[in-house]
């Protein structure tokens, strides 16, 4: 479908062109697009000399229908490092219908995994092909790739004792334009199950003496994010 139809008559002076949905010229070169698989079917010509005598002539033209289909797991925004699984669908009305695939440089089926290591803007091109009808389309998607940060922290004391020292946890992480940092302090039987604070630093004080787990969420402008939880 969306093809141009050309035709053109000759052997007379006058032309009368009909066919499929109502199509009718007069002209002796004549084109349509063929936008539906409706448009399929018998196209008539008849054509008048200039002694007032009168033949016809048709065609049958064949319309299949332009391959479709969807690839999942297409996600416009993602953050590397970062391996996505491609599974291309076709409609059930099409299961001759076949895909390839390009992503930078390499070539794929039907599915297909990338990994997506570095930050950047990715194109993937497609085209369907119904092996019975050969008739093909193309398709392109484009992937944004942030770069996730690589969260870490330090904490002083080393040592702390409980009820006495203030620990304070210190940012260390690494990464481009930085815009929060989460932390998250596990607590103990008798308290709350876990505390919370933001900030590049932080303090917290333990009540009671015994191993602690803390945790840093770590986030980018991209909202690309990478934790990192130590005792």
């Known amino acids: 479908v969306n093809a141009l139809l050309e035709m053109q008559g000759a052997g007379g002076v006058t032309f009368q062109w009909s066919g499929p949905n109502g199509f009718s010229s007069s002209q002796q070169k004549v084109s349509t697009v063929l936008n539906s698989v409706n448009a ?22 064949k319309i299949a229908a332009a391959p479709q289909g969807q690839l999942k797991g297409l996600k416009p925004n993602v953050c590397a ?12 009305q099409q299961t001759s219908v076949i895909s390839t695939w390009q992503i930078n440089g390499l070539n794929f089926g039907d599915d297909f995994t990338y990994c997506f290591n570095q930050a950047g803007n990715f194109n993937i091109n497609g085209t369907l092909t119904d092996t019975l009808s050969s008739c093909s389309t193309q398709l392109a998607f484009s992937v944004n790739v942030s770069q996730k ?28 334009d930085l815009t929060a ?46 934790t990192i939880i130590k005792t």
């Not at 490092?81 to 059930?92: E, L, N, S, T």
């Not at 690589?150 to 260390?172: G, L, Q, R």
């Not at 505390?195 to 333990?206: D, H, Q, T, Y």
């Open 81 to 92: 490092p970062i391996c996505i699984d491609y599974h291309f669908q076709k409609p059930q």
């Open 40 to 61: 399929a079917g018998t196209y008539t010509l008849k054509v008048t000399d200039e002694n007032g005598c009168q033949n016809t002539s048709t065609t049958e033209i």
């Open 181 to 226: 940092w989460s932390w998250f302090f596990k607590g103990t039987s008798s308290e709350p199950a876990y505390s919370k604070a933001s900030g590049r630093e932080v303090i917290n004080r333990f009540s009671q003496p015994g191993n602690y787990v803390a945790a840093l969420v770590v986030t980018n402008g991209s909202t690309c994010a990478d």
């Open 149 to 176: 940060p690589t969260a870490d922290f330090m904490y002083s004391p080393d040592a702390p004792i409980a009820e006495m020292d203030e620990v304070k946890f210190i940012n260390a992480s690494q990464g481009e």
